[in-house]
């Protein structure tokens, strides 16, 4: 649907960007009013016949914007990679020494990032020199956000294997994912409680959740799950071979598209 709606606004854009050429040509002191109407004719009448010209019109411009916003991701990743790959409060799974990182940003409400969960935990398996950094990115309602507080506060307490466990855990809950759910979970874990409490209301937390929604505006994130390899934003859950072609590009060429 957001897909139809977006290429009936490009539709009325380019419309509308052929009305502003008509009148243009309407001030224009080059043709006569008699020229004008024809060319206006000519134009109105090529398009009716040809309506496919609009579809390849858009076309073009969605892979122009595409490109673009490519460009522009590329440029935020750069600018953005120490806290990217670094941040103090990021959830590491994997080699912690890795040689090459995947980050995901992920929602717990979110189901394909829940999808997504098997196709990064089978990467990790079969590629032990893998780093992954785990971004929470509650944008699917403040069920999300209460999750990703009690998370960010677990890390406080757990490391490694037992984090990464923690997190399957609470990603792999049926129905909506909240505080109260996360929080279930820490306690099956044996996490100190009254310590996670604590923890959860700190500004730590909160400065941490809000650093991780700061970078996924810079990198102009429309959704989970979105990993970035490289310098590359891959949005969606685009599956195991994709990621692990990814991931064999920067070992062997620096960069997750090579050629």
Known sequence: MRSSLLRIGQAIALVGTLGLAQAAMAQSPVFT?????????????????????????????????????????AGAVKETRQSLLN???????????????LVEFFDYNCGYCKKAL?????????????RVVLKDFPVLGPDSVEASRVALAVK?????????????KVMDTRGRV???????????????????????ESAEIRNALQ????????????????FIVGETVIPGAVGLEPLKQLVD???????????
């Open 118 to 130: 098997a196709d990064v935990q089978a990467l990790m398996k079969s590629d032990p020199k893998l």
């Open 87 to 101: 941040a103090s409060h990021s959830y590491v799974v994997g080699n912690p020494s890795g040689d090459v990182t």
């Open 156 to 168: 406080n307490q757990l490391q490694g294997q037992k984090l990464l466990d923690y997190h399957v």
């Open 33 to 73: 009013d008699q020229q004008k109407q024809a060319i206006g004719e000519i134009v109105k009448d090529y398009l009716i016949k040809n309506p496919e010209v609009l579809t390849e019109v858009i076309a073009e411009l969605e892979k122009r914007q595409a490109e673009a916003q490519q460009v522009a991701q």
């Open 211 to 226: 650093e991780n929604m700061a970078l996924g505006d810079k990198l102009n994130l429309s959704g989970t799950p979105a």
């Open 249 to 259: 590009n920067v070992r062997q060429c620096g960069k997750a598209n090579c050629g």
């Open 178 to 200: 909240n505080g109260e759910r996360a929080m279930t979970v820490a306690k099956e874990m044996g996490i100190d409680m009254a310590r996670l409490q604590k923890d959860v």
